[in-house]
């Protein structure tokens, strides 16, 4: 294709954020290369959706999400929530509990932390934002831990049990959700 793959998706995220499908945009991305690749990852990553909700003790604008599942819900209230699929901690470096959304970031700088870099000393100390970030288009930071909620230039990790704690989303689902959370939301993970 001649172009990384986080470059192409990075590009998709931009003109893409409004989930219409390539075809309906009547340009150049409704064929060839950059549509075959739309459609590679619409196949892979797991689709967002409204369902029911049937946990009143998780109030409207919660996010509440399920390790075992590898899922997180946004709840909407009136008995419905959004459904979108993540990629959580691999076997080790999964964790539960309640934090809080301290701050919110958009094509947010990486920087691994210190554990992180005992374990891969070949990453890079620090990364500015953009496409080829591994943080991908938002992040949602999590009280004064190392955990995020954030974008990924990796969709096909979606629904695996991948990072070291974060959770991981479609850089399409992060940004929606970014859109809905406020600071101060309470994020509640189960295992």
Same mark, same amino acid.
């Given at each position: 294709?001649?172009l ?9 995220v931009? @003109? #893409? ?7 309906? #945009? @009547?340009?150049?991305?409704? =064929?060839g290369?950059i549509?075959?690749?739309? /459609?590679?990852? +619409? *196949?892979?990553?797991i689709? !967002?959706q ?5 946990h009143? *003790? ?6 509440v ?5 590898? +899922?997180?819900?946004?709840?909407l ?17 999964t ?9 919110k970031? *958009? ?7 210190q554990q992180? $870099?005992? +374990?891969?000393?070949d990453l890079? +100390?620090?990364m500015e @934002?953009?496409?080829?970030n591994?943080? @991908?288009? =938002?992040a949602?930071?999590?009280g004064s831990?190392?955990? !995020?909620?954030?974008?990924? /230039?990796?969709? %096909?990790?979606i629904?695996?049990?991948?990072s070291?704690?974060?959770i =991981?989303?479609? /850089?399409? %689902?992060v940004?929606?959700?970014? %859109?809905?959370?406020?600071i ?5 993970? $189960?295992?």
């Open positions: 294709m001649g990384s793959q986080a470059k192409i998706w990075g590009a998709l931009l @003109g #893409l954020s409004g989930a219409a499908p390539a075809a309906a #945009l @009547g340009s150049p991305l409704d =064929r290369p549509a075959d690749f739309i /459609n590679i990852f +619409r *196949e892979q990553a689709p !967002r409204v369902v029911t909700w049937r009143p *003790e998780f109030k409207k604008g919660a996010v999400i399920s390790t075992k599942e590898r +899922r997180l819900y946004y709840v209230g009136q008995g419905q929530a959004i459904e979108y699929g993540v990629g959580v901690g691999r076997q080790g470096f964790w539960s509990g309640v934090k809080t959304v301290t701050r970031r *958009e094509w947010p700088d990486w920087s691994p932390p992180m $870099l005992k +374990r891969r000393p890079p +100390r620090h @934002g953009g496409m080829d591994p943080l @991908g288009a =938002r949602l930071y999590l831990s190392n955990y !995020r909620i954030h974008g990924s /230039n990796e969709p %096909d990790t629904g695996a049990a991948v070291s704690g974060c =991981r989303m479609t /850089n399409r %689902d940004v929606d959700l970014y %859109d809905r959370v406020k101060g939301t309470k994020v509640v993970v $189960l295992k």
